[in-house]
């Protein structure tokens, strides 16, 4: 089953994801996620194919371009330049065959790139060259991967998997893990006054899971 928006297709089951929704989720400033959305992945990365769908003011994306926004602002973060990014996205996606590369295993130590191919870290540069240096924790710990190493679930809260990103539950809005129970609905309960106790009465939910659904819209606030 598909949703058509505006003539671009998207799958029920790799969720639908507002600028605002990208922006909370990943605790990342809202017009920098609209730039992204807008304009930088849909003409820079898009490789033909665009990123996000939808009408200027409504644009959305799916749960891949989601965790590709994610590995973005790590790398990012680790001192990667956009331009060196770029080009490590046009290799894994031409290598892996997908325009969704970063949606793969993907691992750094702030100066290289690496995916897993083969069950083996091969450095995303044109040489092809597998790396057998220890790496770093990676950043991805956030995320869980099937079986292929593509990304199924995402973790927002650090630390912690009480509270998850499920494409395939409530079209990927924040649930309590392993629950279709969606944790904005804990949190409006909790501002009505409600108490963590009764909230666990109603909901058959431990403390941790409802501290962390309440926890996680402070943090994103």
């Known amino acids: 089953m598909k949703l058509l928006i505006e003539n671009t297709e998207a799958e029920l089951g790799e969720g639908i994801f507002l600028t605002k929704d990208v922006a909370q989720i990943l605790n990342l400033p809202y017009p920098r996620v609209r730039y992204w959305m807008n304009e930088m992945w849909s003409s820079r990365f898009g490789h033909g194919r665009l990123y996000a769908f939808g009408d200027n003011r409504n644009k959305a994306i799916n749960f891949y371009t989601l965790i590709e926004f994610y590995t973005f ?24 065959k997908t325009p969704y590369p970063f949606a793969q295993n993907v691992r750094t130590d702030g100066r290289g790139v690496w995916y897993e191919q083969l069950g083996e870290l091969v450095k995303a540069d044109r040489k092809r060259q597998i790396d057998l240096k220890k790496l ?47 944790a904005d609905i804990i949190f409006k309960l909790h501002l009505g006054g409600e108490s963590i106790g009764n909230i666990c009465t109603l909901y058959d939910l431990k403390v941790p899971q409802v501290r962390d659904a309440i926890r996680f819209y402070k943090t994103a606030a």
């Open 73 to 96: 602002s790590q790398l990012r973060l680790k001192g990667v330049s956009a331009k060196k990014i770029k080009e490590v996205h046009d290799c894994i996606a031409k290598d892996l």
């Open 136 to 182: 770093l924790e990676p950043f991805l710990h956030r995320i869980d991967f099937g079986k292929y190493g593509i990304a199924e679930r995402y973790f927002p809260l650090d630390k912690s998997k009480n509270i998850v990103v499920d494409p395939k539950r409530q079209f990927g809005q924040v649930t309590v893990a392993g629950r279709n129970i969606r």
